[in-house]
């Protein structure tokens, strides 16, 4: 599987650019702020139906545009295939494949498995439960479509059930009675979404700790942890023991929705002790064994977008990565830097058919 072209319009700070691929290693390279992360972006957008960066897709135009358009030709199982991705300011996203739009863009998850590495993963480690929940759905998603519906059921009716919360004393009765539809609802998917997240932890983590030591080295010990409410109680008997709370606090205090990812370093929170150096090795670890486990799950091999990951790294590591990313392991790779000597030096090293693009203000030159 492997991205042969790739065509914008209006997409981010590009007007049109088309762009034809090497089947194995891709290197954007360019001053900050050229729009290199936009390219890894627009491809990241074909596969998983949104940006890695931006919420909202309006986000997304080129300033002074009313759309945007994605198109990627792919060789997929020896067939080509094309997917197109449109949108238009107060409109809605539109996703065709061969020409075909889908009914859901949840039926696209999945075709066309991809995992960024960027910067801004860095998040994983600095922010709240909410972004490592999303590593952990992102990652399922891609090879199991019915957990992406337990999850899009699930946060439809924690929706409701909260919009209920706040209105539970117009008509208590009634409101009590659909309080607990809701949370019969909610405690279907809540416990299926709790057992495969369970089960993903438990094959994930020593695939982590295996690229952590690769990258790394030995003398460190990398822990990932899986916290969750529903390891003391199902989801039924945990809403109904805090229904009383949520009435007062006016939203669901329980359930899958909380649940977080402990990440450790020699027995610490790796946010509390681990050098700049560390914390991206950290991340770095968890990407690429986000890329082993798609691969193995899904039978295909993800496409590897690297944005910007020699920042922070000191030669070894970034020998290590790059490397390992080069390995027939991998499939195609998409890498962003700022220094074309230093791509080419390492590239100088691997035997793969590669690619080089030097990317200026909208001006994208193919050197080889």
Known sequence: ????????????????????????????????????????DAIHYLSLCKSYFNNFDSQNIKHGEDYFIIQGNYLLNNTEEEIYCGFKRNGRKVFRRNKKE????????????????????????TEGSE?????????????????????????????????MLKEHNSDIK???????????QLSVYGDRIFQKR???????????????????GTGENAELKYHSQLQENNLRQLLSNCLAKDKILEYTTAGTHKDDLLLELNGYPVKRI????????????????????IAKLSNKKPLLLLDDIFDKFDPGRVKQIIHLASDEHFGQIFITD????????????????????IVGNEIIKHQG
């Open 1 to 40: 599987m492997y991205l042969q072209k790739l065509s914008l319009v209006n997409f981010k700070n590009y007007s049109q650019a088309e762009l034809s691929f090497s089947g194995k290693i891709n290197c954007f390279v360019g001053n900050n702020g050229v729009g290199k992360t936009n390219l890894l």
């Open 102 to 125: 889908y009914e859901r863009l949840a039926d696209h998850i999945g075709l066309i498995p991809a995992v960024m590495v960027s910067p801004s993963d860095i998040s994983l480690i």
């Open 131 to 163: 972004e490592r929940r999303k590593l952990i759905d992102s990652i399922i998603s891609q090879y199991d479509k019915l957990y992406l519906g337990d999850i899009i059921h699930y946060n439809r009716i924690l929706l409701q059930r909260n919009s």
């Open 174 to 184: 009634a409101n009590s009675e659909m309080l607990d539809v809701y949370s019969e």
């Open 198 to 216: 369970n089960e993903f932890i438990s094959l994930f983590k020593p695939v982590f700790q295996k690229y952590y030591s690769t990258i790394a």
């Open 274 to 293: 681990a050098s700049q150096g560390q914390q991206k090795t950290y991340v770095v670890a968890l990407k690429l064994a986000e890329f082993d486990f």
């Open 338 to 357: 700022t220094e074309l000597l230093r791509i080419e030096t390492v590239l100088k090293e691997i035997s793969f058919d590669h690619s080089i693009f």
